[in-house]
């Protein structure tokens, strides 16, 4: 028989660890300062529900973990909500990452629990929750009156941040004048630095500006 609360410990220590190492890596610019601001401080009072958006690669989750990190909330991931008994999280801080896959009756039991039992939800997504499809009209009124606080797609000094990393992932150092080029030319998004920095690995030599822009014109031509 499985102990009381033992499903949200078990939620709980595999996310922490990895919101610690988010937090580390996290970089704070003006594309992420206002919601780097907000969670701060956040929850000010018990009960409290924000909402945090931002296209894809924009570190909102990144921000989330942080959030985490200092607050020791328990860490859901969108459908996961279906899978643990609101009862266990009352009074709890909870991450709600990917809010929008969670199921309707999950997600406005959540909302009524922070509300009602005191604690704190964050939900993260890439839309408002005023923008979500929903066919409770309980819920649909509690979407539209959450706080919400946007983030922007990363800015250069994010995408240089995410490049070094991506880069470090594979044991390659490159110039920061590479870093700054490349920074300035490939799409705002994780996916891109991901698809740029698998390409100049495969070459299996030093990442020089050279070779960026020889693998930045090939892909220009590919995608012609």
Not at 90 to 111: K, N, P, T
Not at 184 to 212: E, Q, Y
Request: glycine share 6%; aromatic share 4%; net charge negative.
């Amino acid at each position: 028989m499985t102990a009381p609360g033992s499903d949200i410990q078990q939620l709980r220590l595999p996310l922490r660890q990895e919101a610690s190492q988010r937090a580390v890596d996290f970089v704070v610019s003006e594309s992420n300062s206002t919601a780097t601001a907000v969670l701060a401080t956040w929850p000010e009072t018990p009960g409290s529900v924000l909402a945090i958006f931002g296209p894809p690669g924009s570190g909102k989750s990144h921000l989330a973990a942080a959030w985490v990190e200092r607050t020791g909330a328990v860490a859901l991931h969108g459908a996961e909500a279906a899978l643990v008994d609101p009862v266990e999280l009352e009074g709890q801080m909870v991450l709600l990452d990917r809010a929008q896959d969670a199921d309707d009756e999950s997600l406005f039991h959540l909302i009524n629990l922070t509300q009602s039992g005191g604690g704190a939800l964050l939900l993260v997504s890439r839309d408002p929750p005023a923008a979500w499809a929903s066919e409770l009209p309980d819920l649909r009124s509690r979407l539209n009156a959450i706080r919400t606080v946007g983030v922007d797609a990363p800015d250069d000094a994010v995408l240089a941040a995410m490049l070094k990393r991506a880069f470090a992932t594979r044991n390659i150092t490159p110039g920061e004048e590479v870093v700054d080029y490349l920074a300035r030319r490939i799409d705002r998004s994780a996916d891109a630095v991901d698809i740029i920095v698998d390409k100049l690995d495969a070459f299996h030599r030093p990442v020089t500006r050279v070779l960026a822009r020889h693998v930045l014109e090939d892909s220009d031509e590919l995608s012609d």
